[in-house]
């Protein structure tokens, strides 16, 4: 990729739930979309995935995304689990630490302002 900027190839749809996402040469990963209730839960089943910077590059595959939406005092709660990514794997310390920025970080002011964040990581 060009610049450091992730990409997404196709947007899902209802009749074309899968979608690949692209970040530099270092992440690539293929979801389908399996479970999806609006404004309460989507899941992104991991089909297939390359991660440059890991001994089993294929590591995410077969793991499952999960954002579930929860009305919580008022506000609106976003719980983010990613199922398979555990202590025991390679990727755990800093595919973790990457989640918890996009998450809390990227996530967090594309919902507050509705704008898209120039850069994964920024």
Request: charged fraction near 25%; include cysteine; proline fraction near 4%.
């Amino acid at each position: 990729m060009d610049g450091g900027q992730e990409r997404s190839e196709a947007k899902p749809t209802s009749s074309a739930p899968n979608f690949t996402y692209r970040y530099q040469n270092i992440h690539r990963s293929k979801q389908k979309i399996t479970e999806l209730v609006p404004n309460k839960k989507v899941v992104w089943h991991v089909l297939d995935s390359s991660l440059s910077f890991l001994k089993d590059k294929s590591e995410w595959t077969g793991t499952d995304i999960v954002f579930d939406v929860l009305a919580k005092e008022g506000k609106t709660e976003v719980r983010f689990t990613h199922f398979g990514l555990a202590p025991q794997i390679e990727c755990y310390g800093s595919c973790s630490n990457a989640w918890s920025m996009l998450v809390n970080g990227n996530l967090r002011k594309l919902i507050t302002t509705g704008k898209t964040q120039p850069e994964v990581f920024a």
